[in-house]
């Protein structure tokens, strides 16, 4: 079952993808924001087209409380929106931290800021991912 990972953020959502199997996670690309939501939802369903994907998961951007803040109201807010949008399920998981974790295993490879800025969220929905496969397999 093919995954799709998503960390939507206000300029930049990361997209992740799992392999066929559903095990391994990897970054896939950064999508710009557009003027409207609409538009990135398209940008998306067209990947899940191209790559024959199976279901959807969207970060969830929880406090470290683990409470629904403004930012994953927001989250929860688009994901309705993808719901009627997307042609497949659409899944949430608590993100906390992936951008930090993300970020600091480019800092250990040595990127430049710069480098690090255009793949962090790339970077950040492949952990989020991750995540959910490794606690989704948990489940079997």
Excluded at 2 to 17: N, Q
Excluded at 57 to 70: A, D, E, I, Y
């Amino acid at each position: 079952m093919r995954s799709l990972g998503i960390d939507l953020g206000t300029r930049r959502i990361g997209i992740a993808m799992s392999d066929s199997s559903g095990v391994i996670a990897s970054p896939l690309t950064v999508v710009m924001r557009s003027s409207t939501h609409a538009q990135d939802h398209k940008k998306i369903q067209e990947l899940i087209d191209e790559y024959e994907v199976d279901c959807v998961v969207v970060g969830m951007p929880l406090s470290m409380s683990g409470k629904v803040g403004p930012a994953a109201k927001s989250a929860q807010e688009e994901i309705k929106e993808l719901e009627t949008a997307l042609s497949v399920p659409i899944y949430s998981y608590d993100e906390r931290l992936t951008s930090k974790t993300a970020n600091e295993s480019m800092m250990q490879a040595n990127m430049k800021a710069q480098a690090r800025r255009r793949i962090v969220d790339k970077i950040a929905a492949a952990v989020m991912l991750q995540g959910w496969l490794d606690h989704a397999d948990r489940k079997r």
